[in-house]
């Protein structure tokens, strides 16, 4: 008989999907947390778009703020910028419920396009107060001690677990720089804002 006839293709090997998984470690003794205000989150980091604009759509309607809201838009002697709820006010929210930071303000922080501000919400004073990143680094513990005191999950605490981190400073690690205190000096050339998004 001509031909190929009774050849076959490539042969396939039936594959079986191993479904054994390593168990997960024991983690011992540790309750759970309990943390407050879990639902109830004030703060957030955010970017500033092209424009200066920025929004947190969470923290906003905590505030009851909607497009059209009026704002007033201040400074801090620390050097935050303050958004406030003002019916009298000279800003007022878009269409997209966003806020525009006047351009002479985002300079004085040293802020440009794209960049992230941590957003804090006060309530109870319908609003928000605008800090660089370095509040951050200021506020929160040094990552680099909590990174040499890690054990094992479970572990007593105080266990002396041996690192080999090196903890040299390293600049990549150091405290953000921020721009906003490098331009102190030229309060004095702060102006109204501009009339982009004036109401």
């Not at 390593?22 to 989150?41: A, D, I, N």
């Not at 004030?42 to 703020?65: C, E, H, I, K, N």
């Not at 105080?158 to 090196?166: E, I, K």
Request: with cysteine; proline share 7%; glycine share 12%.
């Amino acid at each position: 008989m001509n031909g190929l006839a009774g050849s076959s293709g490539p042969s396939h090997v039936r594959r079986t999907l191993d479904l054994r998984r390593t168990e997960t470690p024991g983690l011992g003794e540790m309750p759970v947390v309990q943390r407050e205000h879990r639902y109830r989150r004030r703060y957030a980091v955010v970017l500033l778009d092209s424009d200066g604009r920025l929004t947190d759509q969470r923290l906003f309607s905590q505030l009851g703020w909607t497009p059209g809201t009026r704002v007033d838009i201040g400074v801090s002697d620390g050097h935050e910028i303050v958004v406030r709820r003002d019916d009298q006010g000279d800003w007022t929210l878009t269409a997209r419920n966003m806020v525009l930071i006047p351009a002479p303000l985002r300079h004085w922080c040293g802020y440009d396009a794209g960049d992230a501000v941590l957003v804090v919400a006060v309530p109870s004073m319908s609003a928000v107060v605008l800090h660089d990143l370095e509040a951050l680094d200021q506020a929160l513990p040094d990552p680099r001690r909590i990174v040499e005191r890690m054990r094992p999950a479970g572990a007593p605490p105080g266990l002396d677990v041996p690192t080999t981190a090196d903890t040299t400073d390293d600049p990549d690690d150091g405290e953000l720089s921020s721009g906003c205190g490098s331009h102190v000096g030229n309060r004095a050339q702060d102006a109204a804002g501009s009339g982009d998004g004036r109401g």
